[in-house]
């Protein structure tokens, strides 16, 4: 019996072992997989020029890129230089107008665009409830209320 107790102890722990192992694990809601995937921003060109004003920039283009009016870009240079741009809009072939909002730029400095996703829009009622009346909340003293004692 002796010799049976420590081979039994060792087949009932590796029982349990390979037990637990192949139960099938909980489903559980994974923050991660919940999230939307989003992407880091894109290199979409590079400083061509800059004007003695320094008001605004002309981007080339790096493969296709729609520049809609109004998308803000980063560009990224030397010495980490950084500058915020506001497209205007303009295109002419592989060059595209951006104004400076911030910072400084310079010639061949990096064109970054952050994509954001549009916002969707909630739904509007069809049908508008009406507005609930609020009480008053000092109501005007009605007639009649019987005794009513005066301070005077």
């Known amino acids: 019996m002796k010799r049976i107790s420590p081979l039994l102890s060792v087949l009932c722990a590796s029982s349990l072992v390979f037990s637990c192992a192949s139960a099938p694990k909980p489903e559980s809601s994974d923050p991660k997989k919940d999230k939307p995937v989003t992407k880091g921003p894109a290199l979409v060109g590079r400083i ?16 296709k890129w729609d520049a809609q009016s ?3 870009l980063t560009t990224r240079g030397p010495d980490n230089r950084t500058a915020n741009l506001k497209t205007t809009g303009e295109k002419l ?13 310079g010639l061949g400095d990096a064109v970054y665009l952050q994509h954001v996703p549009n916002p969707t829009v909630a739904p509007t009622p069809t049908e508008v409830a009406e507005p ?21």
Request: hydrophobic letters at 35%; zero cysteines.
């Open 48 to 63: 061509a020029s800059v004007p003695a004003d320094k008001r605004f920039v002309l981007i080339q283009r790096y493969g």
């Open 70 to 72: 109004g998308q803000i």
């Open 93 to 105: 072939g592989e060059f595209t107008a951006a104004d400076i909002q911030s910072g400084t730029v």
């Open 132 to 152: 609930t009346p609020l009480p008053l909340e000092n109501p005007a003293p009605t007639a009649g209320l019987g005794n009513v004692q005066k301070n005077n």
